[in-house]
């Protein structure tokens, strides 16, 4: 699932030529999407992660099938993208730079239950475990209520939507959304917006759908 039909199309004719690879389909972002791979019953998808929606359809595709693996396109090793994928149950991701030769290795790790994960992924997510056991350690601070429009921007943010797709959804300004955001944040005594998105998982936020 790309962002693009040249993108999917280009990259559906390589793999197909591929030795070991069988094709199932490509389509676009969205709700609708996410439901016809299901159908196909795929194995492994690959979603690009610098889509607006590409998280969410990752999120969807699991939610209905956890088996699946879920290779995201077009991610870095910056901590922020490692974590956001990392909790949005994907197996790993592949940089946009890589070759089809990277690529046909990729989905045959992941299709083996192996994780796709790069020295420098391995090592924020190992600091993100430790954090995350020092703050159970330490034991949490009790957080301040939310307001609706607040509540359902978290929402949003869980959804793996960017602060200007928020602002495009709710049709408010950008400058509004990241006050919102910032003060969520200070409100569940959090530093990022993934941690804020586990937060509301865990909250059963989740759940709700667009």
Do not use: F
């Not at 954090?131 to 978290?154: F, K, M, N, V």
């Not at 586990?198 to 936020?205: F, M, N, S, V």
Request: with cysteine; charged share 25%; glycine share 8%.
């Amino acid at each position: 699932m790309a962002s693009t039909r040249l993108y999917r199309e280009g990259l559906e004719r390589m793999l197909v030529e591929e030795d070991g690879v069988n094709v199932v389909a490509s389509v676009p972002p969205g709700a609708p999407a996410a439901r016809r791979l299901l159908e196909l019953g795929v194995d492994v998808a690959l979603v690009d992660v610098t889509s607006s929606r590409g998280l969410a359809d990752a999120r969807q595709l699991l939610a209905a099938n956890p088996d699946l693996k879920v290779i995201g396109i077009g991610g870095g090793d910056n901590a922020s993208d490692v974590l956001a994928w990392a909790e949005a149950g994907l197996a790993g991701s592949i940089s946009a730079e890589c070759s089809l030769a990277d690529l046909h290795s990729a989905i045959e790790t992941a299709a083996r239950g192996e994780a796709l994960c790069s020295p420098r992924a391995a090592a924020v997510l190992i600091q993100r475990v430790a954090s995350l056991a020092g703050d159970h350690a330490r034991g949490t601070t009790d957080t301040q209520p939310l307001t609706s429009r607040q509540a359902e921007i978290l929402r949003l943010i869980e959804c793996g939507l960017s602060n200007k797709a928020i602002a495009r959804e709710l049709c408010i300004e950008l400058a509004t959304v990241k006050n919102h955001v910032h003060t969520i944040l200070e409100k569940l005594h959090v530093n990022r917006r993934v941690e804020a998105a586990a937060w509301a998982r865990e909250a059963g936020l989740g759940e709700w759908q667009r």
